[in-house]
């Protein structure tokens, strides 16, 4: 059973369950990985977080019975899951831009969300530069915002947070405190990863072990870790494509790799290679597949 064959059957599952209380647990044991793995490759290669997947999924398809069925908006709501026609009517209209009594009217406008699906696509013909390490614990200091965990929304309000610190004078800090030169470059660590959300730091390593954290600044631990590591290669300034390698990374690397994501920190590391250049890796908490599931899926196929 090869990837793209589990992923359409956790869509299959997911559809299957839209009246129900759908457990992550087993949607992400459909596709033959852990919750936290599943949740985060999902979110990047559809840009919209799984949660929100199935509220859409959910609110078209009570659009379709309102519109076509004599159905009460009380019945609608409890079939799919809202605990009142109150928060009901608030996601629908949130949605749909309409209070659910009004999806009858004529000529009124609905939005139907699809069944998502994935299909083969011919990739690969640039080639993804990595590399596995170990990494020892670690303490980061910095200072941190909520961001969004549907991809395209996370790289704007991510530069929003840069240029704010930046503004502030909290990179400047950032960098006396870490004993950095001008050139010296501050990095992000993404964590606490929610479904929806997750929190993004900027900071870098605290220089000694030990040392308390500065004022006005978070501490956050970093166990030791194996990492696959990737690199941006060298760019100019502001010319990182950052972006594109995370897509490809959650795209292309881990839905074929022999390894899964571990719930733990994740880094956007940033590096001065002089000349007026400058390299940005990605680093990605992994282990390798356990074996035994590895023959279990090889029996299965």
Same mark, same amino acid.
């Given at each position: 059973? @090869?990837?793209?064959?589990?992923?359409?059957?956790?869509?299959?599952f997911?559809?299957?369950?839209?009246?129900?209380?759908? @457990?992550?647990?087993?949607?992400?044991?459909?596709?033959?990985?852990?919750?936290?793995?599943?949740?985060?490759?999902?979110?990047?290669?559809?840009?919209?977080?799984?949660?929100?997947?199935?509220?859409?999924?959910?609110?078209?398809?009570?659009?379709?019975?309102?519109?076509?069925?004599?159905?009460?908006?009380?019945?609608?709501?409890?079939?799919?899951?809202?605990?009142?026609?109150?928060?009901?009517?608030?996601?629908?209209?949130?949605?749909?831009?309409?209070m &659910?009594?009004s999806?009858?009217?004529?000529?009124?406008?609905?939005?139907?969300?699809?069944?998502?699906?994935?299909?083969?696509?011919i990739?690969?013909?640039?080639?993804?530069?990595?590399?596995?390490?170990?990494?020892e614990?670690?303490?980061?200091f910095?200072?941190?915002?909520e961001?969004?965990? =549907?991809?395209?929304?996370?790289?704007?309000?991510?530069p929003?947070?840069?240029?704010?610190?930046? =503004?502030d004078?909290?990179?400047?800090?950032?960098r006396?405190?870490?004993?950095?030169?001008?050139?010296g470059?501050?990095?992000?660590?993404?964590?606490n990863? =929610?479904?929806?959300?997750?929190?993004?730091?900027?900071?870098?390593?605290?220089p000694?072990?030990?040392?308390?954290?500065? @004022?006005?600044?978070?501490?956050?631990?970093?166990?030791?870790?194996?990492?696959?590591?990737?690199?941006?290669?060298?760019?100019? @300034?502001?010319?990182?494509?950052?972006?594109?390698?995370?897509?490809?990374?959650?795209?292309?690397?881990? &839905?074929?790799?022999?390894?899964?994501?571990?719930?733990? &920190?994740?880094?956007?590391?940033?590096?001065?290679?002089?000349?007026?250049?400058?390299?940005?890796?990605?680093?990605? &908490?992994?282990?390798k597949?356990?074996?035994?599931?590895?023959k279990?899926?090889?029996?299965?196929e």
């Amino acid at each position: 059973m @090869d990837w793209l064959e589990r992923m359409n059957n956790a869509m299959d599952f997911i559809e299957a369950h839209l009246l129900e209380s759908i @457990d992550y647990d087993q949607v992400a044991t459909t596709a033959c990985c852990s919750t936290y793995h599943f949740q985060r490759m999902f979110s990047f290669i559809t840009d919209v977080p799984l949660s929100e997947y199935i509220r859409r999924r959910r609110l078209t398809l009570a659009a379709f019975e309102l519109q076509n069925r004599e159905v009460r908006v009380i019945d609608i709501a409890l079939k799919y899951g809202y605990e009142s026609p109150e928060a009901f009517s608030r996601a629908f209209k949130k949605m749909h831009g309409v209070m &659910p009594v009004s999806a009858r009217d004529k000529g009124v406008s609905l939005k139907a969300y699809p069944r998502m699906s994935f299909y083969f696509s011919i990739k690969g013909d640039t080639e993804i530069n990595y590399r596995i390490e170990k990494k020892e614990a670690f303490t980061m200091f910095g200072v941190s915002k909520e961001i969004s965990a =549907a991809a395209e929304q996370a790289f704007v309000e991510i530069p929003e947070f840069w240029n704010s610190c930046i =503004a502030d004078g909290i990179i400047h800090r950032i960098r006396a405190i870490a004993g950095l030169s001008k050139e010296g470059q501050v990095h992000a660590v993404l964590y606490n990863h =929610a479904g929806h959300v997750f929190s993004y730091m900027i900071g870098y390593h605290l220089p000694q072990t030990g040392l308390p954290v500065p @004022d006005g600044f978070e501490q956050l631990l970093i166990p030791a870790q194996t990492y696959a590591i990737f690199s941006t290669g060298l760019y100019p @300034d502001g010319q990182s494509r950052i972006h594109e390698l995370w897509k490809r990374i959650w795209g292309e690397w881990i &839905p074929t790799s022999d390894y899964e994501c571990v719930n733990s &920190p994740e880094f956007e590391m940033t590096y001065y290679r002089g000349n007026g250049m400058y390299e940005m890796e990605v680093w990605i &908490p992994v282990e390798k597949i356990p074996a035994s599931r590895t023959k279990k899926q090889f029996q299965e196929e």
